[in-house]
């Protein structure tokens, strides 16, 4: 398949102001120390289609931020998209993110945190609001008590039973997914702390509370 075209900074801010999506496909503790405000952060790795597929509006224009260290990284991503049937992928940002930083233009950021700091806030006076995007085998085998669950697949359509004015704690099982959630909770408007690298696993190995599916 053929790799998607480079673009500039001047033709990513075009394609945006046209409509179309970005999706930051570096590792989240990259994307969490800088990346271009609204994007996704949906690692390339083997279900990066997938995650696109579930959480971008179908066929919606693509614009994508590579990782720089793959030189296969252009034609993976887009076999990945046509795989599931997308073929609107504007292109990606020539140089990587670095290009985007030495045109000038502006970076957002957020803090990345550990299952100790999610802990230390959990046993604090007011219990955190932990947004788990686990799929439902693994939240059935052991979960964070008091903590949410949301389908990542399902996310767009969950988020008005989250509080606007608390922030929100995302945990997975390893950090790729929790990442992929606080981008879309920052995108949308949310305060959010994203648990990367590790999650409940980690929780649990910890000894901390975890308990399994009532159900």
Known sequence: MPPSDELNTDEVVQAVSSGAVIVDARVPRLY???H???SLNIQLNDSF???VGWLVEFDKPLVLILPTDRADAAEEATTQLLRIGWDNVVGHLAGGFDAWVEAG???ASNEVFTVDDLYREYVGQESPVILDVHQHDEWDVGHIPRSTHFHLGH???ELSELPRDREVWTICAGGDRSAIAASLL???GWKVRA???GGVPDWAASGYPIE???E
Request: hydrophobic content about 40%; proline content about 4%.
């Open 32 to 34: 969490a120390a800088g």
């Open 36 to 38: 271009i405000d609204g």
């Open 49 to 51: 289609g997938i995650y």
């Open 105 to 107: 233009q502006s970076v």
């Open 155 to 157: 996310f767009s359509g």
């Open 186 to 188: 920052l995108k949308a």
């Open 195 to 197: 648990v990367t690298p």
């Open 212 to 214: 399994l599916d009532s």
